[in-house]
């Protein structure tokens, strides 16, 4: 049978960009430009949704608020879905922030998505002054204001960082009670606080870990006595690369990977640290290739690892980085639509 029949009898699969809008060495006006113009491809080719990273203080993101790139973003798009992944709360006014969901919320007609946790590197909270330590409680009672501001017209919440009384909610989302919630996966145990809330979520790293954390989710849903048909996104991110052929796809990946790697570990290098994802982000692209995290290859290749993925873990959503380090605009517009036209249709019944 041949490898393309095969693809045409797995489950459905949806595709969604990850994005961290690192520095490729374009002028940031006209690198902007740019990838608001690939999102619009993106929303063509069929994509779900577009998550935007928040890094702060190095070359990894030069997205300092994504809240104000995606309201240029929902400009560009009439269907594909929105949001950041996530917004680090440990460094935010969490109801200055509130407000702001609300606005992209209408904005976008409704097509906003709210992912919200700590931020992982912790490195980016000491620059702004923010005690690492205090990044998981502060996350947390912002997460808590958040909720409330949803759920109440009028916030009152006393916590060891935050302390607010009788603030009046006049802005409610578009979306009731909140947008769709996205939650960085670390592991399956964590799964247990986002099952409840019906949060999406998203993995990193190997391919088991992600099976974990699926098999895990799929169990707590049903205990709740929620039906499998309306499982929330289980998500991972992979760096995919697309060309007409298997060579052109390795040359564009290793080139552009090659940039993105120094900006990932760039925070790290500069106060002497150790990265502490090597074993996610290898130094290389074909050492990243060879641990599974990333592929590189003509539509038949590319289709095949994502098949193979599915299959090993369990999940229903990928998270396709396809435009990092100097990849040039013509070069991700090309793999957006060998995507949408010769991949993404075998995943779908």
């Given at each position: 049978?041949h ?10 699969l ?11 060495g374009?002028p940031?006006?006209a ?6 113009r690939?999102?619009?491809l993106?929303?063509?080719?069929g ?9 702060h203080s190095?070359?990894?993101g030069?997205a300092g ?7 240029a973003?929902i400009?560009?798009?009439t269907t ?9 709360m440990?460094l ?8 702001e ?11 906003l ?8 590197a ?12 205090d ?11 958040l ?7 009028v916030?009152n919440?006393e916590?060891?960082h935050?302390?607010?009384k ?17 939650y ?14 019906a949060?999406n ?8 870990r992600?099976?974990e954390?699926?098999?895990r ?17 289980i998500?991972?991110?992979r760096?995919i ?6 060579d052109?796809?390795?040359r564009?990946?290793?080139r552009?990977y090659?940039r ?6 760039y925070i790290?290098?500069?106060g002497g ?8 982000y290898?130094r290389?692209?074909?050492a990243l290739?060879?641990i599974g ?8 290749t590319v ?8 299959r090993?873990?369990?999940?229903n959503y990928?998270?396709?980085q396809m435009?990092?380090?100097?990849m ?6 090309t ?7 010769e991949?993404a249709?075998?995943f779908k019944?």
């Open positions: 049978m490898k393309a029949d095969v693809i045409q009898d797995t489950r459905v949806d595709f969604g960009i990850f994005d961290h809008l690192d520095a490729s374009a940031l006006g690198f902007f430009e740019d990838r608001l690939l999102i619009a993106a929303e063509r080719a994509f779900t949704g577009y998550h935007l990273a928040e890094h190095t070359p990894l030069t608020s994504p809240a104000v790139f995606l309201a973003a400009g560009r798009t594909i879905r929105l949001g950041a992944l996530v917004h680090v440990p935010y006014h969490p109801l200055r922030l509130y407000e969901i609300c606005m992209l919320d209408h904005l976008s007609g409704g097509r998505m709210l992912g919200v946790g700590r931020g992982g912790l490195e980016e909270h000491r620059r702004f002054g923010v005690d690492p330590q990044a998981s409680p502060l996350n947390h009672e912002a997460f808590a204001v909720m409330q501001a949803f759920d109440s017209d916030v919440f916590g060891k935050f302390s607010f009788d603030y009046v909610v006049t802005l409610k989302p578009a979306q009731r009670p909140h947008p769709p919630l996205w960085g996966a670390p592991s399956a145990e964590a799964i247990v606080w986002a099952v409840p809330k949060m979520v998203v993995s990193l790293g190997p391919a088991d992600a099976a954390i699926a098999a989710y799929k169990q707590e849903w049903a205990a709740l006595g929620r039906a499998e048909a309306d499982l929330p996104r998500g991972i991110t760096h690369v697309v060309a007409a052929t298997d052109a796809a390795g564009i990946a290793r552009a090659a993105w790697i120094d900006a990932m570990t790290w290098r500069r640290i150790e990265f502490p994802l090597a074993d996610v290898p290389d692209w074909d290739e060879t995290h990333g592929a590189a290859g003509s539509p038949d289709a095949a690892y994502l098949d193979d993925l599915q090993q873990t369990g999940i990928v998270l396709c435009t990092f380090g100097d040039s605009f013509a070069e991700a517009a793999a957006l639509d060998l995507f949408g036209r991949i249709p075998r019944r």
